[in-house]
């Protein structure tokens, strides 16, 4: 595209004609709308991740309960077999 390139200068609208000037707005809108998608797309990969943190938190937790659960209930087996001698 003559009068733009990224490393270039700023381009002058008045020295570009029509046609460069509407592929110059089309580039910076499909830049803005690709920024757009690849924002939208890191906030939902976040979110994704919030919400398996979240559930890992949960399974650890019932991880917990659950192994507290069987050291009550070995200790309650444990007593038993005494009582049962």
Known sequence: MHGYCLKMRKPNPRTMSDK???KLK???VSINLHMARL???NME???RWKEWA???ER???EDRER???LKELEELLKV???NYK
């Open 67 to 69: 192994t507290k659960r």
């Open 59 to 61: 399974r650890k937790a």
């Open 20 to 22: 460069e000037q509407l």
């Open 26 to 28: 089309n580039y910076i």
């Open 54 to 56: 979240a559930g890992a």
């Open 45 to 47: 990969s976040l979110q």
């Open 80 to 82: 038993g077999e005494t």
């Open 39 to 41: 924002q939208r797309n």
